[in-house]
């Protein structure tokens, strides 16, 4: 069993050909509510996110002060999640800088008597959450990539009773204040209908390293060695996709080098899938519809 250095990959069956360079990055997660004032009050209240700005019946929220993380994009028509879920999002994460951050985040939760579900996943800690519209929400925290462990080339994740009283020491007697500053989004998790498609798109196409494919119905992807970057699971499998009409996820975003959106776009776009052209980037839509916006960092 070894641990490898920070950075350096570790890559699956099939993940040959091109792969994303290890500077790639989350960028805004785009979601589809039915009532922006009722959303901004559980984000604002309950999660600690804070409205940098609004452009008409959308939202752009993050960290006071800091950059947009998550959009909410209004439609006052839109059905909300049920609860077997539909394929595309299952949750989105957002990555806090530190265990102490998260403790405090739970003991927020605690006092406004909002129940969550937590997990410890061996290489995180996480609280997970429902939005007013049933949109799956992740807040986690990592632990240290030394103490990450490998076996027969995957990485050990698992899930499991989050000690939280453990978790709640670290945070000390500070109180929660809202997403601290070094907040980003940590990965996006989907509901897929086939993991050997999804796979297709997202590994051999689109250059995600694998990381974990061992777990019951799912499958896990990064750039440059993180955990994941990407979750795909078929446990919605029978489900349509989200509609139009459905709360959901619109887009997701990564963010890659200047100059480095070009050979994943062509790769998919020679598969057949629809590329939409956006300056220096792209959109695409994996099988199921989810659409992913690939966009270079500004040079």
Request: aromatic fraction near 8%; glycine fraction near 12%; avoid cysteine.
């Amino acid at each position: 069993m070894t641990v490898p250095a920070s950075g350096q990959r570790v890559s699956g069956a099939g993940s040959s050909g091109y792969r994303l360079p290890a500077a790639t990055r989350m960028g805004v997660v785009r979601l589809q509510v039915r009532d922006l004032a009722r959303s901004q009050r559980y984000y604002e209240r309950v999660l600690g996110l804070s409205v940098l700005r609004q452009d008409g019946d959308v939202l752009h929220l993050g960290p006071e002060g800091g950059a947009p993380l998550v959009e909410l994009h209004e439609r006052p028509d839109a059905a909300p999640v049920l609860r077997r879920g539909r394929l595309g999002l299952y949750h989105y994460a957002l990555l806090l800088p530190n265990r102490a951050a998260l403790g405090r985040f739970i003991r927020h939760l605690a006092a406004l008597g909002v129940r969550a579900g937590m997990s410890d996943h061996l290489v995180s800690e996480a609280v997970y959450l429902n939005d007013p519209d049933g949109l799956g929400i992740e807040v986690y925290a990592d632990r240290p990539r030394a103490t990450w462990r490998y076996e027969s080339g995957q990485l050990a994740m698992d899930t499991r009773p989050l000690d939280v009283d453990d978790v709640l020491n670290i945070a000390g007697s500070e109180l929660w204040a809202g997403f601290p500053n070094g907040t980003v989004v940590g990965h996006i998790h989907l509901h897929v209908g086939d993991l050997e498609r999804a796979e297709a798109f997202y590994s051999t196409g689109l250059g995600l390293d694998k990381t974990v494919w061992s777990y019951p119905g799912a499958l896990f992807l990064s750039a440059g060695g993180y955990h994941h970057h990407l979750g795909l699971n078929t446990w919605a499998t029978g489900a349509p996709s989200a509609a139009e009409s459905d709360a959901r996820l619109l887009e997701w975003e990564l963010v890659v080098p200047p100059g480095h959106s070009r050979v994943p776009l062509a790769n998919l776009a020679a598969t057949g899938v629809p590329l939409e052209q956006t300056g220096n980037g792209g959109v695409v839509r994996d099988p199921w519809g989810t659409a992913l916006r690939i966009r270079e960092e500004p040079s």
